[in-house]
Each structure stands twice: as structure tokens, then as C-alpha cells.
């Protein structure tokens, strides 16, 4: 089994800054994909940025220039820098790992981000 545990979330006013952290534990296999994807109240869960081990990145038009995710594979952690951040950053942000050759993908519990003045 794989365990995701997300940390990091809080409020912060517009303009500020925050950084989430998800450490994998369990039966994470290479080669992989990480993430992190966020659901706004009313909203579907959407993609925000992904990382591969080979540390190839993909990020959601709407946070590209203000969002930056990293990852240590040794940790099986995968981090989001997020700057800048706008009220419409405000969701529940969720990390993932999909196996890229196993039909199999995993979900943290979630981290609220709230981005308010």
C-alpha cells in the first residue's frame, strides 16, 4: 500500500507565498509521476503541476511563472513552491503518484491553501 501525507497548507494573504510538502511512503515504484492537483468548492479536482523521476515538468496554464514543484526521489517527496498567490489559488491542493507502467495511482488526504485579504 502507499501513504501520501500533505503539509504545508494555510491561509495567506494575495501576493504571498506558501510551500506544500507530500512524503510517500509504502510500495512507490519507478518509474513514476507526482503531482498535485486542487478542488475549489463547486469546482472538479484540476491539475496543477506534475514531475516525473527524471524531474520533467507540466504545469497548469493559470500557475506557470508562480508555481514551482520539486521532488527528492530518494524521499519520495514531492514540494510545491507556490508565489505570487491569488485569491483563485483558494482550494483543497491534493498530492498524487501514478505508476507509469502499473495501473495504479494514489491520493494524499488533501491540504486546504486559502489565499484571502
Known amino acids: 500500500q502507499v501513504q501520501l501525507v500533505e503539509s504545508g497548507g494555510g491561509s495567506v494573504q494575495p501576493g504571498g507565498s506558501l510551500r506544500l510538502s507530500c512524503a510517500g511512503s509504502?510500495?512507490?515504484?519507478?518509474?513514476?509521476?507526482m503531482g498535485w492537483y486542487r478542488q475549489a468548492p463547486g469546482k472538479q479536482r484540476e491539475l496543477v503541476a506534475t514531475?516525473?523521476?527524471?524531474?520533467?515538468?507540466n504545469y497548469a496554464d493559470s500557475v506557470k511563472g508562480r508555481f514551482t514543484i520539486s521532488r527528492v526521489n530518494a524521499w519520495n517527496t514531492v514540494y510545491l513552491q507556490m508565489n505570487s498567490l491569488k485569491p483563485e489559488d483558494t482550494a483543497v491542493y491534493y498530492c498524487?503518484?501514478?505508476?507509469?507502467?502499473?495501473?495504479?495511482?494514489?491520493w494524499g488526504q488533501g491540504t486546504q491553501v486559502t489565499v484571502s485579504s
Open positions: 509504502g510500495s512507490i515504484f519507478s518509474p513514476n509521476v
Open positions: 498524487n503518484v501514478r505508476h507509469v507502467f502499473i495501473n495504479s495511482d494514489y
Open positions: 514531475i516525473t523521476n527524471d524531474g520533467f515538468t
